[in-house]
């Protein structure tokens, strides 16, 4: 009974974790370079959840004084922080789709394992073997 | 239990089909759509947890840029994954 | 491919187990939405009681971003003029041609035509407001950003990308980080600490639009830059 509420008071938390398990799982499972980038993504956003959980408060208002609300206000560092990070991400997140079209230039693939044997052909065929 | 509460519910159960439908689906262009999706629920969710300057951002980031760039970049790397 | 298999069902039990601490360990922390949380009693109060006095915003979290946390703003704007750099690095200048082979429906190109102009100035709003109501420097220049790649998803991208120079456009990538630079150092003059922003409301006030107006534009053609580089678009 402890335990039920317990899990419904942190469903949010259990949630965050949830998503981030998920992204990592796509991250490390799928043979994909653009899937891979989306799995990243999506644990980047379940942090993003996370810490602006932390920053919430019950009933309370958002963090702005000028519309003359009195009582509990969410707390606005996790906020900036979290602000900063999403830039920050779509940032990361363009570098590595700039690197996907360059492998796929290069090598003809975004797949892993076609890359992995396109190595294997460079060895006999030399350097340039790819279709880019 | 609230009718906010039960919304609430609602939108993170939608967060997690949205994560295990990328985790499945083999169409990268549907993976991307679902991301936007995924974005626009987080944006929701973000929005009354008294977080409106975080919403804001991921409807335009999330949803927006990160899509447009991932849809880019599939319609040149083929959208079928093996 | 066998080898494949087992990784990915060993990988699915490292997940497994990586979930049980987790899980454990966030079902510890205090239950989210509670006032008397440590992440509600620290700085945070401070903030919340003196942010306005402090900052000079109502919107507590503009506060935060330029006045208490303004080194680690900075250090953001230049993460993403350093991400647009590496990107046009890795991508090239060459513009790639031939590959845009349908033109988007009229209505679509009506459409966004008809959005574009009313973006921009919610985008240039959300920016000089950013101290009252919520939105900011970020806020307003990823808005920015999006109307810029909306309207390179109608027309193509080239005649976009074609509307400044590319000089102008290293510029006003740049501005981010030039204009918060600049008000860093004018800190020291003005209050003796770097990135200190003066007392006196009508300077203070702004000095910080002018800061939210560089990140906002600079944030903006950074965004733009990065989907022209992704395109093949650039300008050379």
């Known amino acids: 009974m402890n335990a039920a509420t317990s899990v419904f008071s942190h469903i949010d938390y259990l949630v965050a974790v949830a998503l981030f398990l998920s992204g990592a799982w796509i991250l490390l499972t799928s043979n994909n370079l653009v899937k891979k980038i989306i799995g990243l993504n999506v644990m980047e956003t379940s942090v993003f959840a996370f810490i602006v959980t932390t920053g919430m408060i019950d009933d309370g208002a958002p963090p702005l004084l000028a519309a003359g609300v009195e009582g509990p206000f969410a707390s606005p560092l996790p906020h900036a922080l979290v602000l900063t990070g999403i830039v920050v991400a779509v940032s990361v997140t363009s570098l590595a789709l700039v690197l996907v079209l360059r492998i796929k230039a290069e090598l003809g693939s975004v797949e892993l394992d076609e890359i992995e044997s396109v190595g294997e052909h460079d060895d006999s065929a030399g350097p340039g073997g790819g279709s880019g | 239990m609230s009718p906010i509460e039960l919304l609430d519910l609602v939108l993170l159960a939608l967060l997690l089909t949205c994560a295990i439908g990328i985790a499945r689906l083999k169409d990268l262009a549907a993976c991307a759509i679902l991301f936007s999706a995924y974005s626009f629920i987080l944006c929701l969710v973000w929005a009354h947890r008294g977080a409106p300057d975080v919403a804001m951002t991921e409807a335009a980031v999330g949803a927006g840029i990160t899509t447009v760039l991932f849809l880019t970049v599939i319609s040149r790397v083929g959208r079928r994954e093996k | 491919m066998n080898a494949w298999r087992t990784g990915r069902i060993l990988t699915t039990v490292l997940i497994g187990a990586l979930a049980v601490p987790l899980m454990y360990g966030v079902l510890h922390l205090p239950p989210p939405g509670q006032a008397d949380a440590p992440a509600h009693s620290n700085v945070s109060a401070k903030y919340i009681e003196h942010g306005a006095e402090h900052g000079g915003s109502e919107n507590l979290v503009t506060g935060v971003l330029l006045n208490y946390r303004a080194l680690d703003t900075f250090g953001e704007v230049l993460v993403i003029f350093t991400a ?46 950013g101290h009252v109501l919520p939105g900011g420097g970020f ?98």
């Not at chain 3, 800190?187 to 000095?207: C, V």
Request: aromatic share 8%; hydrophobic share 55%.
């Open chain 3, 139 to 236: 806020q307003g220049g990823v808005l920015l950003g999006a109307m810029l790649i909306l309207l390179s998803l109608a027309h193509g991208g080239e005649p976009v990308a074609d509307v400044v120079s590319l000089r102008t456009w290293i510029w006003l990538r740049a501005a981010g980080v030039l204009v918060f630079a600049l008000v860093a150092l004018l800190g020291l003059p003005l209050t003796g600490y770097l990135f200190g922003l003066p007392t006196d409301p009508t300077l203070r006030h702004a000095l910080m639009i002018v800061l939210e107006l560089g990140i906002g534009i600079g944030g903006g053609a950074v965004l733009g830059g990065l989907y022209f580089s992704i395109a093949g678009v650039e300008r050379s």
């Open chain 3, 84 to 129: 647009w750099l590496a990107v046009a690095a890795v991508a090239g200048t060459a513009r790639q041609t031939g590959h845009e082979s349908t033109p988007p429906s009229p209505i679509v190109d009506y459409v966004i035509r008809m959005l574009a102009p009313f973006i921009a100035v919610f985008a240039l709003f959300v920016i000089v407001n």
